[in-house]
């Protein structure tokens, strides 16, 4: 890609394109060598006798509801796109700060890029992906990240037909010209993220929606899918055609697929996993396993909320949401039931982002959301349909929403059942608005407020609530064209006081990173986004790193 000034300070934005990518065998397992013996220098938890081979074995969480890069939303989705493909743009393992991927250098060009099936790899098929992502028959739910790009929004929502005039081109097969509609400092972090990953044309054409089957799917990224377990585990190999496979260590990457947090941590500890995906660790075994080296935990840009669908009455009352907000006392939740690995919050942005001051958050305050409830025509609850709490499986989840239960019978006098579906139906669930209250979390995709508050937008893929505000959604678009920096960032703050006003969004605690990461893995370090480039990762089989003092019937 050429330097694009563009990308970062105008509208416009020329990127040539350093475009080289493979078939891999599977690797066949072999017994873990005899566990070593304690030592005195460190404190690990668990066996930390390190896998037989150059292999790394982690907890990706729940069955990912897809790994194409155009359509998946969850982590769990994430974390298996980037190891299969890659952008122009990758993040540096510890800042996330932008680094050439496919793009060799924002002046030159990468030569020589193919597709893991040795198929050459272009620029076109760079403008190929990213018009699919907004084609509206794809009903991609990310596709308002690619708004930015001139004419995407329109051609996204159906008004502009002519996809020549997005502005997406690629002149030939080096060179992809990007043209914003408006100046976009985050834009190259967005070339990180993986809804602008490349997906193969000629797979997607051949297979149709089983295109990611193994055997079937082609990617461009360090590794290759072999084989896939539904609810058990995905196995990957090194991709021998990736363009920088030299500096790949690892030979193989297994991730399972557990979604019970007792289960993550024992497999931990007994050495089977090396990796524990932040958030799955029971929050009861917080506080003991922080006295641990090898237990990770920071801030993060992520928000645990519950989400209201303001399709349905009476929660299409503002002054329900209100009360069912002021309700929450989510010290309560964070402090007592957490046991304060998470701090709460009562914004629905995250902090962290540089000049962005929040507005006030929500407050627990009881007696104003009985009145709030009054006005509403509830008095005291009565009259109130009985309405249910959806979530995803996990302990936790559980808990929380256990915890919602009680205080909004306690102090509103309503009646709520709880709901537990796998996180396929989940997802569904909550894309189709077919639950009345749900339990949700965001984890920025890039930093800036506005990766969290485009939820609030009408229409928007990952809104799933229904709710929409005219003068919210023209706060975010004069923010989005004001240069100024001070100017956007009030529009930015009086957009979010918007949204905590209306309620459609019930926000309970800020994400902390919480996971364990075994001493001979080097190249996992906490990042402000949660964000992982396994490329970087390799397994030390020096004996270099201490043994564990955890006893096994610790």
């Known amino acids: 890609m050429k330097r694009a000034p563009a990308w970062m300070l105008a509208p416009a934005a020329v990127a040539a394109l350093v475009l080289a990518a493979g078939l891999g065998a599977g690797c ?165 993220f993986y809804t602008y990953l490349p997906v193969p044309r000629h797979a997607i054409e051949r297979f149709g929606n089983r295109w990611t089957r193994p055997g079937n799917v082609v990617g461009n990224g360090p590794f290759l899918l072999v084989t896939w377990r539904q609810g058990d585990q995905f196995d990957f190999v090194r991709n021998p055609r990736y363009w920088d496979v030299a500096n790949v260590r690892l030979d193989r990457v297994i991730a399972y697929t557990v979604e019970d947090l007792n289960t993550s941590v024992n497999l931990y500890k007994a050495g089977v996993i090396d990796w524990t995906t932040s958030g799955y660790i029971p929050s009861q075994f917080v506080p003991y396993l922080m006295q641990y080296d090898d237990f990770q935990h920071g801030r993060y840009q992520g928000v645990y909320f519950y989400s209201i669908n303001t399709t349905r009455k009476p929660l299409d009352n503002p002054w329900v949401r209100r009360a069912l907000n002021l309700a929450v006392d989510r010290d309560a939740i964070c402090n007592d039931l957490l046991k304060r690995i998470y701090d709460p919050w009562g914004d629905f942005a995250p902090s962290g982002y540089p000049g962005y001051e929040p507005p006030p958050g929500i407050p627990f305050d009881p007696a104003k959301a009985r009145a709030c409830l009054a006005k509403a025509g509830y008095p005291g609850g009565k009259g109130f349909p009985k309405i249910a709490i959806l979530f995803n499986t996990s302990e936790n989840h559980r808990r929380i929403a256990e915890a919602l239960q009680a205080m909004w019978k306690r102090e509103l006098g309503i009646d709520v059942e709880l709901s537990n579906q796998e996180w396929g139906s989940y997802l569904q669930a909550t894309t189709s608005l077919q639950y009345d209250v749900a339990r949700r979390s965001w984890i920025g995709d890039y930093l800036d407020p506005t990766t969290f508050l485009g939820l609030g937008i009408t229409g928007d893929g990952n809104n799933r609530t229904g709710w929409s505000d005219p003068r919210y959604d023209a706060l ?43 001493p001979y893995v080097h190249g996992i370090y906490p990042t402000v986004l949660d964000v992982h480039t396994l490329k970087w990762v390799w397994i030390d089989h020096g004996g270099s790193k201490p043994a564990p003092v955890a006893a096994a019937g610790d």
């Open 28 to 192: 066949a397992r072999t017994a873990p060598p005899a566990a070593r013996t304690a030592s005195a220098e460190k404190r690990y938890f668990g066996d930390t006798t390190p896998p037989t081979g150059n292999v790394l074995r982690f907890n990706n969480g729940a069955e990912p509801e897809t790994y194409d890069p155009g359509l998946a939303v969850g982590q769990p989705d994430g974390r298996v796109c980037r190891i299969l493909f890659e952008g122009l743009t990758v993040p540096d393992p510890k800042t996330l700060a932008p680094l050439p991927g496919q793009a060799e250098r924002w002046e030159s060009r990468r030569r020589g890029l193919v597709w893991s099936d040795g198929t050459p790899l272009t620029a076109r098929d760079f403008e190929w992906s990213w018009l699919r992502v907004l084609r509206p028959e794809s009903a991609a739910r990310y596709a308002s990240l690619l708004y930015p790009i001139s004419n995407a929004e329109a051609f996204s929502k159906g008004t502009l037909k002519d996809s020549t005039r997005v502005g997406i081109h690629a002149p030939d097969d080096s060179t992809l010209v990007v043209t914003l509609a408006q100046p976009t400092p985050y834009f190259l972090f967005l070339t990180e």
């Open 476 to 518: 975010l678009r004069q923010a989005a064209q004001e240069p100024d920096v001070v100017k956007r960032t009030k529009l930015l703050r009086d957009a979010e006081a918007l949204l905590l006003d209306q309620g459609p969004f019930i926000p309970i605690y800020h994400y902390s990173i919480t996971d364990l990461v075994k």
